[in-house]
């Protein structure tokens, strides 16, 4: 029996994020260069796709590039840019039949621009599908975006055009790349690594992890599946205590 018969559909995340870790372990082991498992992974991406649409996930958001991967080997970053824009392009027609819509966030500008126009160009035309948000973080890390966001509240303040007392989450969060977007209630990582590496911080605050040995490119439906079922298992308690959520 697959777990996606043992999912209850009336509880599923309606955002699920995913650190996708493990590529370049994954093709070592089978004695390829680390760029083969960027390559594989792009199954696996279909693959929690697939499972999002199944269960009726809203929201999947991908670490597919984080600030940092900048400071990896040359060939390496420039073989994943490439990637990107090749699974962009290949992929848009797909994804825009079955009504996903394609978001990122992060700092495109600092994106080369060929994959900046292929990301715009996929943004653009799946902009009015309703089906699952498929949201890439690229360029992206948590400090970027909370500093960002910092610069511009304190650039409206020395403009006069909002008072210190008036900084709530609700105006703190739409000055995230996030903005509309709501908080993942599950956050998964492949590849065994237990740390948050620079994603979502502000976002995370009340999100469910689940942690698998699964290296990416080995990444299935079921995966997901396993997941939600896990997430299905636990009581958030949101600060509270048990007995006033079974009231
Ligand atoms: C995740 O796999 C993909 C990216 C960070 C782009 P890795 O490339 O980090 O693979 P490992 O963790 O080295 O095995
Ligand atoms: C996190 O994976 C970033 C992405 C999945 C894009 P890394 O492989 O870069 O993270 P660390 O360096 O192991 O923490
Ligand atoms: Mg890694």
Redesign the pocket.
Known sequence: MSSLEKINLENVPEHVAI????N?RWARQQGHERLFGHNYGVESVREALRAAQNTGVKYLTL????T??WN?PKEEVDGLMDLLVTTITNEVDELDSNNVRIQTIGDSTGLPEGCRYALMSAIERTKDNTGVTLIL?LN?SSRWEILNATKEIAGEIARGELSPDDITSDVFEKHLTTRSIPDPELMIRT?G?H?V???LLWQIAYSEFHFTEVL?PDFKEEDLYKAILDFQSRERRFGMVSEQLNK
């Open positions: 650190i996708m870790d493990g370049g670490y597919a590039f984080s940092e991967n990896r973080a992206y590849s690594e740390r590496s620079n994603f990416w």
